[in-house]
């Protein structure tokens, strides 16, 4: 495979690169993925931007290094623009990149706080999701490797604030009920074809729909509490609208190699 292969930097369980992985695999472009040891991105993002981002993903492509998924989408837009992800036309377009920035801004980092808290609170699903992200050299260190990951998540986001839980269940079922307003009774948020704001909504929703083509198998149990919360809202219109958006568009990679 070619060095001129774009790569991207992810992690595998991030709704924010699922939006980036479906980017790619929607337009069939043939990549690398790079997904270091859990932990460790932050240095190795601030690495790769040169210190303009801390996070995951990041795309490398035409000898550029893009962070932010929504950075992402617009330089494979750019670099490769079929099939599209921005409408052509311009009221469309300007509107489906509202919608992108708004499930960006809030739901993403909602939905994240709240699942990682509930898995602060569940030590042995916690356990299995570890496993499930670390090498299986490391499954010795399970107990420290899970120790590390408490206090990553509580320091990063939040993730051991009760209260912030409590206020992002309220948001996230305010950006449920925004997606199923904004469909109305049609297949997508902007006009009749697929776009970059159907895909954002369902990437960052997918942990409340668990769709069978998503980062995790839906029988890959997830923290009690969260599923408390997620249950009685499966069959809401708009928890089934992301499940068929990933049935219909979420496409394999396109023969792209892991590490």
Do not use: C
Not at 39 to 51: C, K, Q
Not at 96 to 101: I, S
Not at 111 to 135: C, N, S, T
Not at 146 to 156: D, E, S, V
């Amino acid at each position: 495979m070619s060095d001129a292969l774009p790569t991207l930097w992810h992690i595998q369980v991030s709704h924010y690169s699922e939006k980036a992985r479906w980017a790619l695999a929607y337009k069939g472009i043939e990549h690398r993925r790079r997904s270091p040891l859990p932990g460790t991105h932050i240095p190795v993002a601030l690495w790769l931007t040169r210190g303009a981002h801390y996070t995951f993903p990041v795309l490398s492509l035409d000898g550029r290094r893009i962070g932010d998924s929504t950075a992402i989408v617009a330089a494979l837009e750019e670099r490769y623009p079929e099939p599209p992800l921005y409408p052509a036309d311009v009221a469309e377009r300007r509107r489906a990149l509202e919608l992108e920035e708004y499930f960006d801004e809030e739901l993403g980092p909602q939905i994240r706080q709240l699942v990682w808290y509930e898995f602060g609170k569940d030590p042995e699903h916690y356990v299995e999701l570890v496993k499930r992200m670390a090498p299986a050299s490391m499954a010795k260190f399970e107990r420290p490797a899970l120790a590390y990951a408490r206090g990553f998540t509580a320091l990063r986001f939040r993730a051991g604030d009760a209260e912030e839980a409590e206020r992002n269940r309220g948001k996230v079922l305010a950006a449920l009920d925004r997606l199923e307003r904004e469909l109305g009774d049609g297949d997508y948020l902007v006009g009749k074809d697929f776009s970059v704001a159907d895909l954002t909504a369902a990437a960052l929703f997918y942990p409340l729909a668990r769709p069978p083509e998503g980062p995790l198998p839906p029988d890959q149990p997830g923290p009690v509490g969260f599923e408390r919360f997620r249950e009685p809202l499966d069959g809401r219109r708009g928890v089934r609208w992301v499940r068929e958006m990933f049935r219909r568009h979420r496409k394999p990679a396109k023969a792209a190699t892991a590490a």
